[in-house]
């Protein structure tokens, strides 16, 4: 309907998959690298989990196109089926002929096993993919595993890839499947977009439908991230809607308010209803009684008894005048409240907190915020940096200290994955910028210090606020001259060979010049592969990083890592 208005050839937000608009992001590459390395090995599970829209079922169409010829795929879409469904639907996917009508489960193996044979004798490899993983029963995954048995002296025949949402990694972590989740030879857990990559598919999609210039301001590209929350299925549902509503307004671009009101229109339960937002619209109405009962409560004493219902009745609820929802966490040097005196805090206190504390957000952005940042996670280093100078960069500065900065865009998970404090650059809805230290991560809660000020908020919060762009500190190894390639030597060669020792436990490796070899290289590639990283063998900051993070006895790290994990 709209297509005429901004000059465009067909819908660019259909939800249909037509490989024409296929955008993969850097984490999407980097789901497919993890099938397809685990198709190259020999046998095992590989797993793939994501929320639902997130592009699972994108991801497994491209695997499928690049698999080698000699691969044959079985690809299941229904895993809502018995033992006996299943084993017969792997049959016909694979065209193994059996006994019409036949219910025998021993009568599909067998033909099923002679098949794989067949296959492996002609170099042929057989992978079997099932969607919607989630929805398979505890009998039918454990005959899945069973499949896995089928195997030559020297590997197993058939290789399995469970695509399913976030439940399924939770089922396969119960202990009658233990022994299935310990054949999992590669998983990898697919998140939303981040800001910039929500920029990057918007445009890719116009792009390919005719567009000539952008159709949305960038705060409505702000705006369609966060009610969104970067996954890409919702993206195209409430752009497509978005692009209606200007048309219908006579609008030439999409503005924030239409992604709102698209928002509303199409989603069941509107992204303002998520979770902490409902928890913030709790605290607030907690946050407003608390106040009342502290005015009544004054007044009361001050004036001899007053009607406390008459004085909720006069100052009713205006949100404008309520205290800050979140306190700032002690940071070093300012005293912590005792246990249990919280709730005897005198009025004047309560007070003058209600009044200077405007919560995480500051009300105006002062220059130095971004030496502010950096000065804090020089602080979790415990580095002794010179005053912030505006003169000076702050990567600049750590870098004559030893350290290098690494800069990039990515998600909260991508951070929890390196496990270091960051540099956060975040923007309040006017799009202007500051700037925040993360500190920690602690399941759906995070740490960030802002303006010197520890806050710990709920994921959500950042959420709505940061575009993905971070900076972190880390230590390189000894005489590191850049990434490390097959067939380099010197003393970073040993320092990658003793943590690779200490992570698999072994005694410490003889003395010597040591090669990054090929046999190295593998283990840095299973490294890769076990951590959620590209796996390529190339020893980058990323790698490096991960493993300061766990073999590093001086490395701050944003969730502590238990003993043995």
């Not at 710990?456 to 001259?481: A, C, F, K, S, V």
């Not at 840095?524 to 796996?535: A, I």
């Amino acid at each position: 309907m709209y297509l005429e208005h901004f000059r465009l050839k067909e819908p660019p937000f259909s939800i249909s998959p037509d490989p024409r608009y296929l955008y993969l992001s850097d984490q999407h590459r980097e789901a497919l690298a993890h099938l397809v390395f685990g198709v190259e090995r020999d046998g095992g599970f590989i797993l793939l989990t994501g929320e639902v829209g997130t592009g699972k079922t994108t991801i497994c169409r491209c695997l499928v196109e690049q698999l080698p010829e000699h691969c044959d795929v079985a690809l299941i879409l229904n895993p809502r089926v018995t033992v006996r469904e299943l084993l017969s639907t792997i049959c016909d996917e694979f065209r193994i002929p059996y006994p019409a009508g036949s219910q025998s489960i021993k009568t599909f193996i067998d033909g099923l096993n002679g098949y794989l044979l067949d296959a492996h004798a002609k170099g042929r490899k057989a992978v079997l993919i099932i969607d919607e993983a989630q929805n398979l029963s505890p009998a039918v995954l454990e005959q899945v595993r069973l499949l896995t048995n089928l195997e030559t002296t020297k590997q197993k025949l058939l290789q399995v890839i469970l695509l399913g949402q976030p439940e399924l990694r939770e089922m396969l972590g119960r202990s009658e499947l233990r022994q299935l989740s310990q054949r999992i030879i590669a998983r990898f857990h697919l998140g939303p977009l981040t800001r910039s990559d929500v920029d990057a598919y918007i445009h890719h999609r116009l792009a390919v439908a005719g567009a000539r210039e952008p159709l949305f301001i960038p705060s409505a590209v702000s705006q369609l991230f966060l009610m969104s929350r970067g996954i890409p299925r919702l993206i195209n549902i409430i752009a497509d809607r978005a692009m209606l509503g200007a048309y219908a307004e006579g609008e030439s671009r999409v503005t924030p308010a239409i992604v709102k009101r698209a928002a509303r229109e199409v989603l069941d339960e509107p992204a303002w209803k998520s979770p902490w937002l409902r928890k913030l619209a709790w605290g607030s109405s907690a946050a407003f009684l608390a106040l009342a009962l502290l005015v009544g409560w004054q007044l009361y004493q001050s004036q001899g008894g007053v009607d406390l219902g008459a004085i909720l009745h006069q100052n009713g609820p205006r949100r404008e005048a309520l205290p800050p929802l979140r306190r700032p966490i002690p940071t070093a040097g300012q005293p912590a409240a005792s246990p249990g005196t919280e709730g005897n805090t005198p009025a004047a206190s309560v007070a003058s907190r209600t009044e200077t504390d405007k919560g995480w957000i500051p009300s105006s952005i002062p220059p130095a915020s971004e030496q502010e940042a950096f000065q804090a996670l020089f602080e979790r280093w415990s580095i002794q940096a010179p005053p912030a100078s505006a003169d000076v960069a702050p990567c600049k500065q750590a870098e004559a200290l030893g350290f290098l900065c690494l800069t990039g865009q990515g998600t909260l998970q991508d951070l929890a994955r390196l496990n270091h404090p960051a540099v956060l650059k975040l923007f309040i809805p006017e799009d202007r910028a500051f700037f925040g230290t993360l500190a920690g991560i602690q399941g759906s809660t995070v740490t960030v210090i802002v303006g010197g000020s520890s806050h710990q908020l709920d994921q959500g919060e950042i959420l709505g606020h940061w575009r993905g762009d971070y900076t972190l500190l880390w230590r390189p190894p000894p005489d590191y001259r850049g990434e490390i390639h097959l067939g380099e030597k010197g003393p970073g060669i040993s320092w990658l060979r003793l943590q690779l020792s200490i992570l698999q436990g072994r005694s410490a490796m003889p003395s010597g010049e040591a090669v990054f070899d090929q046999a190295m290289m593998e283990e840095v590639k299973r490294f890769q592969m076990e951590q959620g990283l590209e796996t390529d063998g190339i020893v980058g900051p990323r790698t490096l990083i991960r493993l300061n993070a766990l073999t590093g006895l001086d490395v701050p790290l944003l969730t502590p890592i238990r003993q043995g994990g």
